[in-house]
């Protein structure tokens, strides 16, 4: 079935450092979304992404979609302590399910 | 607006216990979903419903049950715990296919310990 992968599982940084997160699917998807989980919390929605080759920013966020819809990415520009969190990928599997990744755990070294 | 709602947040069972998890949603969502979450598995998909009555299997259902008999409420059985099953679950909704790229909504959590 299709799987959603997602690397790095960590990655730890020095403030003001960038960081990156990255999301390959097995298959096609006609959307991939995002989601924040601050520790303790729960998952929060950040974006989707639907069009091939679609690139959103939010401030220092900046979330691509491939252009085969196969693979996305997160990007964050200069982190900052409140970025600290599991940054999830998430995609349908067919209409009535939502699959995500395995998530990457971002730890910031003030 | 409460949005997702998950009871209780903290649980301790024994082996062989069972429970329910609850489930409530206000924004009249059909579609909903139990997930749990254990360290580098991510998030994976128990059960689902699309509506009142309909349920189906996700990825990992062995051991539970899931009933929708209202469009507001989920819950979630356990039948017989096992240390196996020990996580945190959360409860998500969403007010229509995921197929569309609608947010899901994602209740507070409840964190499960079997000993």
């Known amino acids: 079935g299709q799987q959603v992968m997602q690397i790095p599982q960590y990655q730890h940084v020095q403030e003001g450092e960038d960081f990156t997160t990255y999301c390959n699917s097995s298959?096609?998807?006609?959307?991939i979304q995002w989601y924040k989980q601050r520790p303790g919390g729960h998952p929060v929605f950040l974006i989707q992404?639907?069009?091939?080759?679609e690139v959103k920013k939010q401030k220092r966020l900046t979330f691509q979609f491939g252009e085969a819809k196969k693979n996305s990415s997160l990007h964050i520009t200069a982190t900052q302590t409140t970025d600290v969190g599991t940054y999830f990928c998430?995609?349908?599997?067919?209409?009535?399910?939502?699959?995500f990744g395995q998530g990457t755990r971002l730890t910031i070294n003030p | 607006n409460a949005g997702v709602t998950q009871t209780p947040k903290f649980q301790v069972l024994k082996t062989g216990q069972s429970m329910t998890l609850q489930c409530a949603q206000d924004?009249?969502?059909?579609?909903m979903s139990w997930y749990r979450q254990d360290p580098g598995m991510g998030l994976r998909l128990i059960h689902y419903?699309?509506?009142?009555?309909i349920t189906d299997q996700g990825e990992v259902p062995n051991g539970y049950n899931v009933s929708r008999s209202t469009t507001e409420d989920f819950p979630l059985r356990l039948l017989s715990a096992a240390p196996s099953q020990t996580s945190v679950y959360f409860c998500?909704?969403?007010?229509?296919?995921w197929g569309t790229g609608v947010e899901a909504f994602f209740g507070q959590g409840t964190r499960l310990t079997v000993v």
């Open positions: 419903s699309v509506g009142a009555g």
């Open positions: 992404l639907v069009k091939s080759g």
């Open positions: 998430a995609g349908p599997r067919g209409a009535q399910k939502l699959v």
């Open positions: 924004m009249n969502h059909e579609y």
């Open positions: 298959t096609t998807l006609s959307n």
């Open positions: 998500a909704s969403s007010y229509t296919y």
